[in-house]
């Protein structure tokens, strides 16, 4: 049982679309990341969300925390061929069992 | 500013054989942690190192062994090879052990063949 479910798994949109995904979870956690990940590179860290109910923006993206801290959510406005690419969300499973990562919602913006 | 380096990028092994694996942590940055990313899937948390020692770890057999040398780099040591380990392995960096703030490397692709 995967502990971050992520949907849709896959996404293909024209550029100009508003797109949402979405990470959730039946546990709570402390904090959640966002990653983004190109073909041959390594993830890189979007952002962190850390108290319930939380709004993050960086830019074009829109970060939401849920209010119970068991889900979280991706909001990206006029969507940009750039921002092609495999987003990822992450979260401390507690204890020693360090980052638990969803299985990635793969995005394709088609010019 | 360096950021992570992993070496190889890439690695073809046997059944059977052993492997090891290179991270060099971005600059000031003292604790390392290993994942594997199957193909299509996301990171898979395999440990941590800090001050040396392994301080957490993930759902992994002890075949997967690391190391942390005195200069914070660290090395991911897989024995007696399957072809289910062939995989990405990501070298992830941090300033203390926990995970809010963490930097990739670009990964070590690992064939089993």
């Known amino acids: 049982t995967q502990l971050l479910e992520q949907s849709p798994q896959f996404l293909s949109i024209q550029e100009g679309e508003n797109l949402t995904v979405y990470c959730n979870s039946s546990?709570?956690?402390?904090?959640l990341q966002w990653y983004r990940q190109e073909p041959g590179e390594g993830p890189v860290l979007l952002v962190t969300?850390?108290?319930?109910?939380e709004v993050k923006k960086l830019k074009r993206l829109t970060f939401q925390f849920g209010d119970a801290r068991k889900d979280s959510s991706l909001h990206i406005t006029a969507a940009q061929p750039g921002d092609t690419g495999l987003y990822l969300c992450?979260?401390?499973?507690?204890?020693?069992?360090?980052?638990?990562f969803g299985k990635g919602t793969h995005l394709i913006i088609q010019p | 500013d360096a950021g992570v380096t992993q070496s190889p990028t890439h690695l073809i092994k046997t059944r059977g054989q052993q492997v090891t694996l290179r991270c060099s942590p971005k600059?000031?940055?003292?604790?390392v942690s290993w994942y594997q990313q199957a193909l299509g899937q996301g990171p898979q948390f395999i440990f941590q190192?800090?001050?040396?020692?392994?301080?957490q770890r993930g759902n992994f057999p002890d075949r997967f062994s690391g190391h942390q040398f005195p200069n914070y780099s660290s090395e991911l040591n897989v024995n007696a090879l399957l072809l289910g380990d062939s995989a990405l392995y990501l070298c992830?960096?941090?300033?203390?052990?926990?995970?809010?703030?963490?930097?990739f490397g670009p990964g070590t692709r690992l064939t089993v063949t």
């Open positions: 969300v850390v108290t319930g109910g």
């Open positions: 992450a979260g401390p499973r507690g204890g020693a069992d360090g980052l638990t």
């Open positions: 546990s709570v956690f402390s904090s």
């Open positions: 600059s000031g940055h003292d604790t």
């Open positions: 190192y800090y001050e040396e020692e392994e301080r």
């Open positions: 992830a960096s941090s300033l203390g052990t926990g995970f809010l703030e963490q930097y």
